[in-house]
């Protein structure tokens, strides 16, 4: 009877030992999986952190058209590239007789504007993208044809301060924007300079205050 006791005893022992070494294995096996995908998050958050742009098919240059400008007489083509973390700088040239002749003046010449470009909100993976503020240089030379059917000269420069919104997402891309800044220079009788328009609002008239606004479509690369 003692001997049967002490058998089934063991076994009880030996069962629970067994028992407990499985806990043991499948918490260890549960604990190392966990471990292995927080380790496998980790080293892929760091990738994308730090792994280099052209790898990760990040786009930080744009070709763009103004949309607005094929209807006012003129056609303008900007390249905007990422050159800082959330800044970026554009260039546009534009050929002035190009389009809709909105004055009916004949205007033939160029016009060429410089901006740097603060992306407010961002990140590396789409630099391109987003709110902004943009100080920006802006000069137009041009002939045009006059009431008393001569040709005048219009040439002026503006210095800018716009806000706009990009979207630059997968290839596509749209901008808007709208600003005003100090404008000098000899102005056209239409006020309307090619790429800016002085004060000629609420029944006043300022020369020194140019205002601009457009709208851009282009693709990124």
């Not at 700088?89 to 040239?93: C, N, P, Q, S, Y």
């Not at 596509?172 to 808007?176: E, I, L």
């Given at each position: 009877m003692c001997i049967v006791l002490f058998y089934s005893f063991g076994n009880v022992i030996k069962t629970s030992g067994a028992f407990g070494r499985e806990d043991q294995r499948k918490s260890f096996c549960s604990?190392?999986?966990?471990?292995?995908?927080r380790s496998t998050t980790d080293i892929t958050e760091y990738y994308v952190?730090?792994?280099?742009?052209?790898?990760l098919n990040v786009r930080r240059?744009?070709?763009k058209t103004t949309f607005l400008s094929w209807f006012t007489g003129s056609c303008k083509v900007s390249y905007e590239r990422a050159i800082f973390s959330r800044q970026t700088?554009?260039?546009?040239?534009g050929y002035i007789g190009f389009g809709h002749d909105k004055f009916n003046n004949n205007p033939t010449g160029f016009t060429a504007r410089y901006a740097h470009k603060f992306i407010l909100y961002g990140n590396h993976i789409r630099p391109l993208n987003g709110f902004y503020l943009r100080p920006e240089?802006?000069?137009s030379h041009?002939?045009?044809?006059?009431?008393?059917?001569e040709r005048e000269l219009s040439k002026m420069g503006d210095a800018v301060f716009t806000v706009g919104y990009q979207h630059a997402i997968h290839r596509?891309?749209?901008?808007?924007f709208f600003g005003g800044g100090y404008a000098f220079g000899k102005e056209a009788d239409t006020h309307y300079e090619h790429g800016f328009m002085l004060w000629n609002f609420f029944?006043?008239?300022?020369?020194?205050i140019g205002m601009t606004f457009g709208i851009k479509f282009g693709v990124s690369f």
């Open positions: 604990c190392s999986c966990e471990d292995e995908r952190e730090f792994k280099p742009s052209n790898e240059q744009a070709l700088m554009e260039f546009t040239a240089v802006i000069f041009f002939h045009y044809d006059t009431n008393f059917f596509f891309v749209a901008d808007v029944k006043r008239y300022h020369k020194h």
